[in-house]
């Protein structure tokens, strides 16, 4: 089972990871992570591949072990992450750990966070794969965008592409920020989602940073349309950002234009050059050779260096504008490149494993094998359990629709409809088929709807 949270970052990876894994005859289902743990108990005893290992699954694990399911896991947010004590009190449980029996990590950087963590499981291991993502930046899967990356250049031409994470203080509902906006100025602010597992003086820190390079943001999109008139510039906000701010710049300009489409890969692989500040998508573009920029003109390395560091030191940095409008017009002429360079060299390679040699996908598979085996040859729980896993799904399902639909539910219908709009077999099937044509394998791979949004893929 492999759920799938935010579609535009995570479902062409996960295509690519089912699609390896029905060649070598392992069936999966796959689509929105809560209708996955919705319909947990409809599944044969399955191994269950979790992209978290937060406190929120305390409760979820529990039941999928009740039914028979094994866990594995990886941490999608692991790779770019916050000091390691914050990162343990907001992304790690202890609760939920000791249910899994396989963690994956993106890299040897990722494994040492983990190591340190006191309450990690001593006698589960981690495995140093990579992840699915890092297999769409190899230049053999480039092709998979190809009409993608056509489609881009023909609508957008010579254009800039802007990546903004600032989902702290701009959350699709403002529950989701640090912080709860609307207290008067002599009361203390309430903390919101984001700032959970954070000490208050670091969250209000962070927050005040952030907010800082909000706006510097703000004021960089038009100044940028000013400064290069034969350039568009596309604004691409992070998944879970409100994106009414960024429209209504557009509305007062020719040439920006706002978008969340599809996977983040061919965006970076049309545009001329990335701007970024901490952003993930820094850490891609180094890897395909794009030429991306961190623009700092609000520095703060408390937080720079504590959380960003990895993204900001492998792209070149401007800590002003008129540094930015320089490097770009560089890049423009052909003048410059991508960053490069030894050091930056190392730290990418001490951070994401499979660059070269077998997909990231394959070593999770050959994992996935060995445990799925093992699953084979264990008894089936008793009818009891499976009955008392059943009635506890429901009524997490039903109780969690019902809070859905509930005022100031920070899981509305529409957040998830935004996170992960339709997506129907036919499209899947396509994908699946550029995967299989790239992996030269002319196996059919069968979609087969099973339940709303959900899919079984096998050959």
């Given amino acids: 089972m492999v759920p799938v949270e935010n579609q535009v970052r995570e479902l062409d990876a996960k295509l690519l990871l089912v699609c390896i ?190 907010q800082a390079v909000f706006k510097d943001f703000q004021q960089l999109i038009p100044a940028l349309e000013k400064s290069f008139s034969d350039h568009t510039i596309v604004v691409r906000p992070h998944p879970t950002e409100n994106q009414a701010i960024y429209r209504e710049i557009a509305e007062r300009c020719r040439r920006v234009n706002v978008t969340n489409e599809g996977n983040v890969v061919p965006w970076l692989m049309a545009a001329k050059a990335l701007i970024h500040n901490g952003c993930t998508t820094g850490v891609e573009a180094y890897v395909m050779h794009i030429p991306a920029i961190s623009y700092r003109a609000t520095v703060n390395d408390f937080y720079d260096d504590g959380f960003y560091r990895l993204p900001n030191r492998l792209s070149h940095q401007c800590f002003n504008y008129e540094e930015l409008e320089g490097t770009l017009r560089m890049i423009v002429a052909g003048e410059l490149g991508a960053a490069k360079g ?36 264990s008894p089936s729980p008793p009818i009891r359990n499976r009955f008392n896993g059943w009635f506890k799904t429901t009524k997490r399902r039903i109780r969690q629709r019902y809070k859905s639909y509930q005022p100031g539910s920070l899981k509305t219908p529409e957040f998830e409809r935004h996170r992960y709009p339709p997506v129907d077999a036919n499209e899947i099937s396509a994908r699946l088929a550029r995967f299989q044509q790239l992996l030269g394998d002319g196996a059919d791979v069968k979609v087969e709807p099973i339940f709303d949004k959900l899919f079984r893929i096998s050959c």
């Avoid at 409809?42 to 529990?62: A, D, E, T």
Wanted: glycine content about 6%; hydrophobic content about 40%; aromatic content about 12%.
């Fill in 342 to 377: 030894d050091e930056r060299k190392a730290l990418v390679n001490q951070h994401l494993a499979a660059l070269d040699g077998p997909l990231a996908c394959e070593r999770i598979v050959d994992v996935l094998e060995k445990a799925l085996s093992k699953l084979k040859m």
């Fill in 21 to 210: 894994a029905a060649r070598r005859g392992i069936p999966s289902i796959i689509g929105p992570k809560r209708e996955v743990e919705f319909r947990i108990a409809s599944f044969p005893k399955s191994i269950f591949l979790s992209k978290s290992l937060r406190i929120g699954n305390r409760k979820f694990f529990p039941i999928s072990r009740q039914l028979g399911h094994e866990i594995v896991a990886w941490d999608e947010e692991a790779l770019v992450h916050l000091p390691a004590e914050i990162y343990f009190s907001r992304r790690l449980s202890p609760a939920g750990m000791n249910y899994v029996s396989h963690f994956f990590a993106w890299g040897e950087d990722n494994a040492q966070l983990w190591r340190q963590y006191p309450n990690f499981p001593a006698d589960k291991p981690i495995h140093v794969t990579g992840n699915p993502r890092n297999d769409l930046l190899r230049p053999e899967m480039y092709s998979f965008y190809e009409n993608a990356v056509n489609n881009i250049r023909d609508t957008y031409g010579e254009f800039f592409l802007i990546n903004t994470n600032f989902n702290h203080v701009n959350a699709f509902y403002p529950g989701q920020n640090l912080f709860v906006p609307g207290k008067p100025a002599d009361e203390i602010a309430e903390f919101g989602q984001a700032a959970r597992g954070m000490p208050r003086s670091y969250a209000e820190g962070f927050r005040d940073h952030k």
